[in-house]
Every structure is written in C-alpha cells, then in structure tokens.
C-alpha cells in the first residue's frame, strides 16, 4: 500500500479528539464505518466555506447511511467555530485546529500532511482507506455527491 496524498494512496490512519463530543477517533474507524469519509477543511474565515455549509448539512442528511463527515476548522478561536458548528447544525464529527491558514510558518500534521492550501478542500476516502477525490469548493463538493451515487 502507498501512502500519500493523491488520487489512489492510502491515507496515514490519523488519530484525533473530537472537539465537541471529546470522543477519541481515527481516520479509519470513521472510513471503515458506513464506507465512505469525506474531510472537510475549513474556516470561520473563510467565506466559500460558509457559503456551501448548507450543502454539507444536506449531505449529511441524504447520505448518513453511507457517509462520515470529518469537517476540520483551522481557525484562530475555538469557541467561535463551535459556535459556528451549533448554530448550523452540523452534526458530525469535528476537530480544530488552531492556526492562521495565511500564516504559512505555523506547522499541523493534518494541513502539512494532506498538503492542504485551498478553502474549501475535499478528500473523499472509501473503506479501504483509499483517496478517491480531491477537490476544492462547490464543484468539488459537487463531485463527491455523484461519486457516492455511483
């Protein structure tokens, strides 16, 4: 198996703590559960995240048989992107990190990692705890939606 960050590695298996139900979590317990993780990174900042937060609750909805959300808030202020995540509805698993994403000294396994440089990005991983899409906005958001369908 190759690790990596493209369209066809595997994913590094990730551990975290969720930041609202404190429950410790991996990348593979979420992708192996209903069979397809989608990780959202994102920001309070970030307008065109904001924007298609709507289309990612309805995701949620119509999918939650077969899809996990990890969204990934790297922001400066915690509380306001838990906030964020309450009066939106976004019941899903979530993590934040602390940073500025304009500030390119500051270092995250997770941003570093998956080479992460545009808001919103996608990446869609199957249970096998493959990356099958990489993708960045609407048309990315887009894009997972008709691979779930297929």
């Given at each position: 198996?190759?690790?990596?960050?493209?369209?066809?590695?595997?994913?590094?298996?990730?551990?975290?703590?969720?930041?609202?139900?404190?429950?410790?979590?991996?990348?593979?317990?979420?992708?192996?559960?209903?069979?397809?993780?989608?990780?959202?990174?994102?920001?309070?900042?970030?307008?065109?995240?904001?924007?298609?937060?709507?289309?990612?609750?309805?995701?949620?909805s119509e999918y939650s048989d077969k899809l996990n959300i990890l969204s990934i808030a790297y922001d400066?202020?915690?509380?306001?992107?838990?906030?964020?995540?309450?009066?939106?509805?976004?019941?899903?698993?979530?993590?934040?990190?602390?940073?500025?994403?304009?500030?390119?000294?500051?270092?995250?396994?997770?941003?570093?990692?998956?080479?992460?440089?545009?808001?919103p990005t996608f990446i869609l991983i199957d249970s096998k705890y493959k990356i099958i899409f990489r993708?960045?906005?609407?048309?990315?958001?887009?894009?997972?939606?008709?691979?779930?369908?297929?």
């Amino acid at each position: 198996e190759e690790y990596g960050i493209n369209i066809g590695n595997y994913i590094k298996n990730y551990q975290f703590e969720d930041l609202i139900s404190k429950e410790k979590s991996s990348i593979y317990n979420l992708s192996h559960e209903k069979g397809f993780l989608l990780i959202d990174f994102w920001g309070t900042w970030c307008e065109p995240c904001k924007e298609i937060t709507p289309d990612i609750v309805l995701l949620n909805s119509e999918y939650s048989d077969k899809l996990n959300i990890l969204s990934i808030a790297y922001d400066k202020n915690q509380e306001k992107v838990e906030d964020y995540i309450t009066s939106n509805n976004m019941n899903w698993n979530h993590l934040f990190i602390k940073g500025n994403a304009k500030n390119k000294i500051e270092k995250n396994k997770f941003i570093e990692g998956l080479r992460i440089e545009s808001y919103p990005t996608f990446i869609l991983i199957d249970s096998k705890y493959k990356i099958i899409f990489r993708g960045v906005g609407k048309d990315g958001l887009e894009e997972v939606k008709k691979i779930i369908n297929q």
